[in-house]
């Protein structure tokens, strides 16, 4: 991985939640860590780096008012994971998302992240 250049802390994502290419509909990954700005998942498949994704997280009715929420991401890094050979970790920043959909994001780092 890359020089860290974040700025904000990840926290890891205590809840496991796909995240959608909502072109596709097809899962990318799987949040495993979470900020404000960006996050990190986990998939079985290499992403190209610096491709930008419209990506779509659903939400249940407890998590929020919603279905779903959708935004625009950029890959910045992508290797294999530590853990297994056959899957891949990436980190994403968020490129675009509107002001009540970042609200809701938020929401989900502050209920469902932990320290770590």
């Known amino acids: 991985m890359e020089t860290e250049r974040r700025l ?47 990506m779509r997280l659903n939400l249940s009715a407890e998590v929020a008012p919603v279905s779903s929420i959708v935004f625009d991401a950029e890959v910045v890094w992508c290797e294999p994971s530590p853990y297994s050979p056959s899957e891949y970790e990436y980190g994403f920043q968020i490129t675009r998302i509107n002001p009540a959909e970042q609200r809701l994001f938020d929401h989900l780092v502050q209920k469902y992240s932990v320290a770590g």
């Not at 890891?12 to 990190?40: H, Q, W």
């Open 8 to 54: 904000i802390n990840r926290r890891k994502f205590g809840y496991y939640m796909p995240v959608f290419d909502n072109a596709t509909n097809e899962t990318l990954g799987y949040l495993s860590d979470i900020s404000a700005r960006g996050f990190k998942l986990e998939g079985n498949r290499p992403l190209p780096v610096y491709k930008v994704y419209r």
